[in-house]
């Protein structure tokens, strides 16, 4: 199993532009989030899903979009980049029942 | 309002010494209390976790020691070794849920 991927590692955007980053799963996990890790501040939640077509917002879900329309797949969608939104970005998965949650290995998003 | 406290935010250690991370919480509900480390350019990934029905997990060097009524857990890594050196988070779940409530990280260096 690949666990948890991510795509692409490294991004930079200019400020107003838009992009998806992506995250898939091969574990058959129902549950699925996001979060950006920035320094001193630890991982705070985006957005999370239960389960195919069904998502919630996190606890910094301003300027970000998601969608689940499959188990394995759970983008997320910046709709226009903002310097404030440079951070790493990491996508996670866990099973129903379990309480451990499997990272992917991150993307590193730059806004200038 | 941070639910889940994490000092020191960096720590420093010898080769050889002990490494104490400590955090406290207020949320009663928490029943789940996992430790994840993080090698940089990596996700986090699930070191160890405890329950409150004990004082003390170990697994190998790293220890978890729990206190309910203090509300407070700690993470021991004895014999700490350089390739200890990572950012730790504390985390706490309540009963049900799969999101952790992460700390804000300690980023800990053990020099040879």
């Known amino acids: 199993n690949a666990g948890v991927t991510q795509t692409p590692k490294f991004q930079v955007l200019k400020t107003g532009q838009s992009m998806t980053l992506q995250c898939a799963q091969d574990m058959n996990h129902e549950y699925m989030s996001w979060y950006r890790q920035d320094p001193g501040m630890g991982l705070r939640l985006i957005h999370y899903s239960v389960g195919a077509g069904i998502t919630d917002q996190g606890e910094v879900p301003n300027g970000y979009n998601v969608s689940r329309s499959t188990t394995e797949d759970f983008p997320l969608r910046l709709l226009s980049a903002a310097p404030s939104q440079t951070s790493v970005y990491f996508c996670?998965?866990?099973?129903?029942?379990?309480?451990?949650?499997?990272f992917g290995p991150g993307t590193r998003l730059t806004v200038t | 309002q941070q639910q889940v406290k994490q000092s020191p935010q960096s720590l420093i250690v010898q080769k050889g010494g002990i490494s104490i991370i400590n955090c406290a919480y207020e949320n009663t509900a928490f029943d789940y209390f996992p430790w994840y480390q993080q090698f940089p350019g990596k996700g986090p990934a699930l070191l160890i976790a405890i329950r409150p029905d004990v004082s003390e997990k170990k697994e190998g060097r790293f220890t978890i020691s729990f206190n309910k009524s203090a509300k407070q857990f700690s993470l021991h890594i004895m014999d700490s070794q350089p390739g200890d050196s990572a950012t730790y988070f504390c985390?706490?779940?309540?009963?049900?849920?799969?999101?952790?409530?992460f700390g804000r990280g300690t980023s800990l260096i053990v020099h040879p």
């Open positions: 996670a998965s866990s099973r129903q029942g379990s309480r451990e949650q499997y």
């Open positions: 985390a706490a779940l309540t009963g049900g849920s799969y999101i952790p409530t």
